[in-house]
């Protein structure tokens, strides 16, 4: 049956990055309530918006907009299916009910279409999700609670109660007379509160099984990718590059970090009786599979490595490598699913089982749990999970055997700064441009460190480009070597030494120092020796030649006068910022802290 042609009580609009948990648990909750509610897939939601939606919308009463963090901030667009669904129940003059969730704020302009909905009476989820907040939530609803709810809060039904429960005991204790229960093949879950907190615990499971086949699918195909160019031995490297493109998009686009366990959750798996769920590999099975994506990651970056022009390995060499990456993935993959089969051994239920078997797993194609490998006892798991382990560290130790274990920590080190450059608004291209930039300029610096014989001023030199690469700890080196070549310059090596502690945390990697002042001590109300101009009237001051640059700009016109930004040692290893009004009458010597700076009197 379409859902147009079924009657719905209830309509659940939300956002999958943010609400579908809750869209989710609230659907399963309102089900066993006895309520008929309609909770659409994103996933199966096209640009053009289905219009058989417009249908179901129509024929509900109630209408339930999950309300996750920036979830109308889409609706600017107006073909957005958020915002679609909002009008049509807008128009049909429906029971909107948002439902806030935490960190949840409306947007300042909401389109006009849509704009009534801030002021429609809502409620804020929270950890009592399934009885206070379940309670307070029907209390919203215009749809009346199916018949039965409706009876038992009925006051002759409640009188009559007490003689029904004693009915029932006395019927119990005959049937036992003809019944032996075994504890021991009791099944799980039976209570409702069992099954609510099964159900959140299955779909926790299931969502990041979801999760680590999306990201597995396009890891796999650019291991395929790399082993057909390597074996065809041809120059063209568009299709690798194109598969790891979409490798690198799957990982990046994964919904792991939406992924974590709710609220409470972890709380009401563990106040079940006998708590049978393990809430520590639950808790923790998220972590993993971040882990993972992370350890892929880095996987595709030695992939690009392998089919470099620049790679001196023989063929059979680099084709044994991807065999050998490829069983750590397989394994790893393997080791997923034999954590979400302990994980999910609670559960003996067989309706819920066959669910799990027969409607979720066949969808999975890459995490290798099925159920003609679904395994139910606990000692042959963990024998399966030690093997994965052995399979996987013996393929490591190869790999260290072939290229050496500092070509592999060299990679690892790679793809962090190359993500790391991403985060801060680089393309990969940019981002792997930069590295090998970075990468040449490290091979010069690392030869740059003190040496027997290094004069005062080579010394100052190499802590210039140490500061330069943000090598705060081989700049501290440098500047040690410096103190002990110096002699006289206690406040000004202080000062270094506390910018160094405090550039990291701040970003800096420049700045010009203050090294003496040599006006008289009356007329310099300005600057001290040992100050760091790191900005001439709120523009950055790198080098001597910036500060040059911009003294020597300013005329009479002007006022000879600016502000400079300074960092000034507190004198306990840390660093004040402070605005200093100067003019052209202070008479200073300044030194620069990065690479192709020079001494210079102003």
Excluded at 19 to 29: F, N, S, V
Excluded at 344 to 369: A, E, H
């Amino acid at each position: 049956m379409s859902a147009s042609k079924k009657k719905y009580d209830i309509f659940i609009s939300y956002r999958r990055d943010g609400g579908e948990y809750t869209a989710k648990i609230l659907r399963d909750k309102l089900e066993d309530l006895g309520y008929t509610v309609f909770f659409d897939v994103e996933s199966l939601r096209s640009g053009n918006f289905n219009k058989e939606l417009y249908s179901v919308i129509e024929n509900c009463r109630d209408f339930l907009l999950i309300l996750s963090p920036n979830a109308l901030d889409r609706c600017k667009d107006e073909n957005d299916w958020v915002r679609c669904e909002i009008e049509k129940a807008l128009q049909c003059e429906k029971n909107v009910v948002p439902v806030l969730l935490r960190g949840f704020t409306y947007p300042e302009d909401l389109p006009a279409s849509i704009c009534d909905v801030r002021y429609k009476n809502g409620l804020e989820a929270n950890s009592q999700f399934f009885d206070a907040f379940i309670e307070k939530l029907q209390d919203f609803l215009v749809t009346k609670p199916p018949f039965f709810q409706r009876l038992r809060k009925n006051p002759v039904f409640k009188r009559v109660i007490p003689t029904i429960i004693t009915l029932l005991l006395v019927f119990a204790l005959g049937l036992g007379t003809y019944v032996i229960w075994d504890h021991s093949r009791a099944v799980f879950p039976r209570t409702s509160v069992e099954k609510s907190v099964t159900s959140e615990v299955v779909y926790y499971v299931e969502n990041h099984l979801t999760d680590l086949d999306v990201m597995a699918a396009g890891v796999e195909e650019a291991f395929d990718a790399a082993q057909r160019y390597i074996s065809a031995g041809v120059e063209d490297r568009t299709e690798f590059e194109l598969a790891l493109e979409i490798g690198f998009a799957a990982l990046d686009d994964s919904d792991i970090d939406s992924l974590a366990p709710a609220d409470g959750l972890l709380e009401r798996v563990g106040a079940l009786k006998g708590t049978p769920f393990d809430t520590a590999d639950l808790s923790a099975m998220h972590d993993v599979v971040r882990m993972s994506r992370e350890q892929w990651a880095e996987d595709l970056v030695y992939l690009d490595w392998l089919t470099g022009s620049d790679v001196i390995l023989r063929k059979d060499v680099r084709l044994n490598l991807i065999d050998l990456y490829r069983t750590t993935f397989e394994e790893d993959l393997r080791g997923h699913a034999i954590n979400a089969n302990e994980l999910l051994l609670p559960i003996t239920d067989s309706s819920l089982l066959s669910q799990i078997k027969n409607d979720f797993l066949p969808m999975l194609l890459r995490v290798p749990l099925s159920a003609g490998t679904w395994e139910s006892d606990l000692d042959t798991l963990e024998a399966e999970a030690k093997s994965c382990y052995a399979r996987s560290r013996e393929a490591v130790k190869d790999i260290s055997a072939l290229v050496g274990n500092t070509n592999v920590a060299n990679m690892n080190t790679r793809e962090s700064l190359i993500r790391e450059y991403m985060i801060q608004g680089m393309t990969r291209e940019e981002a792997e441009t930069l590295f090998l930039q970075m990468s040449k300029l490290m091979e010069t610096y690392q030869k740059l460190l003190p040496e027997t014989g290094d004069s005062a001023d080579v010394l100052w030199i190499k802590m210039e480009s140490a500061i330069e690469n943000r090598d705060f700890d081989r700049a501290k080196i440098c500047l040690n070597a410096y103190e002990a070549a110096s002699e006289g310059e206690e406040a000004l090596i202080s000062a270094v030494r506390a910018f160094l502690s405090y550039a990291p945390d701040a970003g800096l990697n420049y700045g010009v120092l203050i090294s003496a002042c040599t006006d008289s001590e009356e007329a310099n109300s300005v600057y001290e020796i040992g100050d760091i101009v790191i900005a001439l009237n709120g523009q950055p001051c790198r080098t001597v030649d910036d500060f040059l640059a911009f003294v020597n700009s300013l005329t009479e016109e002007t006022g000879y006068v600016y502000t400079a930004t300074v960092l000034r040692n507190d004198g306990q290893g840390g660093m004040n910022v402070l605005e200093l009004d100067a003019n052209l009458e202070v008479s200073i010597n300044i030194r620069s802290l990065s690479l192709n700076g020079s001494e210079a009197e102003d």
